[in-house]
C-alpha cells in the first residue's frame, strides 16, 4: 500500500471546467513533486515544492497552478486545459537533498488520471 | 547536466531465466541512482538505489542492480524470472549535490515474461 494518497483516481473534464487534483502524504517529507505521464512514457517533472515553498517549475503552463497549503498535502488546479493534457498526473514526496535523513528515493502514490475532452 | 539512458525499448525472457534491464547514467557529482517499477495504471514502486558502498544493491522482489563506475552503468538484475515481473522498468539518477532536488527518468523497458 502507498503512503501517498492521491485523489481523485480518474478526472472527466471538459475544456472549459476548473478542476484539483490533490496529494497528502504522512510520511513527514517536507519535499512533494508533481509529476505528468504520457502512456508508455517516462514521467516528466512539472513542479516541486521543497519546505511547502515552489523551488521548481519546469515551465509548465498557467493552466495548471500548484499549491502547496502544508507539509502533508500537495494540490494541482487545473483551469482551460487541453486534450493534449490528458495523462497520468503523479503525486510524490520525498526529504528534500541536504537533509541528513535523506535517502533519496521518491515515493509515489497511484496517480489520477486525468481526461480532457 | 545529469542524464540516464536506457537503450532497450523491451526485454524478452522466459520464465526461469536470468533477466537484465540496461541502464548508463552521467552526472557532474556523486550519482544517487534508482530503479523504479510501475505495473499498468499504477504508480512507481521504488526497487532500489544505490549511494554509496557495496556495488552489489539487493531490492524488493529478488532484484539486484550492479554500480559500475567506470562503465557509468547501473543495470538491474534477477537470476530467475517470474512472469509477475512483467512491468515497465525505469532507471533513475538524482545529483545529491544540488539544491534543485531533480530526478531524472529514463525513456524506461518494457519487460515480458513468457511462461
Known amino acids: 500500500d502507498t503512503e501517498v494518497t492521491q485523489t481523485p483516481k480518474h478526472l472527466v473534464m471538459g475544456m472549459t471546467n476548473k478542476k484539483s487534483l490533490k496529494c497528502e502524504q504522512h510520511m513527514g517529507h517536507r519535499a512533494m513533486y508533481w509529476y505528468k505521464q504520457k502512456a508508455k512514457k517516462p514521467p516528466e517533472l512539472m513542479f516541486v515544492y521543497s519546505y511547502e515553498k515552489l523551488s521548481i517549475n519546469e515551465s509548465v503552463p498557467s493552466r495548471f497552478s500548484p499549491e502547496c497549503p502544508n507539509s502533508s498535502l500537495l494540490n494541482l488546479h487545473l483551469h482551460a486545459l487541453q486534450p493534449e493534457d490528458s495523462a497520468l498526473y503523479l503525486c510524490?514526496?520525498?526529504?528534500?537533498?541536504?537533509?541528513?535523513?535523506?535517502?533519496?528515493?521518491?515515493?509515489f502514490g497511484e496517480g489520477s488520471r486525468l481526461t480532457v475532452l | 547536466a545529469q542524464s540516464v539512458a536506457q537503450p532497450e525499448d523491451q526485454v524478452n525472457v522466459a520464465e526461469g531465466n536470468p533477466l537484465t534491464v540496461k541502464c548508463t547514467y552521467s552526472v557532474s557529482g556523486n550519482p544517487y541512482l534508482f530503479w523504479y517499477v510501475q505495473y499498468p495504471n499504477r504508480g512507481l514502486q521504488f526497487l532500489l538505489k544505490?549511494?554509496?558502498?557495496?556495488?552489489l544493491v539487493k531490492g524488493s522482489y529478488g532484484f539486484e542492480a550492479e554500480f559500475n563506475k567506470s562503465q557509468t552503468s547501473f543495470h538491474l538484475k534477477k537470476p530467475s524470472a517470474l512472469v509477475s515481473d512483467s512491468a515497465l522498468y525505469f532507471c533513475a539518477v538524482r545529483d545529491m549535490g544540488s539544491s534543485a532536488s531533480k530526478i531524472i527518468f529514463g525513456s524506461g523497458t518494457r519487460l515480458s515474461i513468457r511462461p
Open positions: 510524490a514526496s520525498s526529504q528534500p537533498p541536504r537533509v541528513t535523513t535523506n535517502t533519496g528515493e521518491l515515493f
Open positions: 544505490y549511494i554509496t558502498g557495496d556495488n
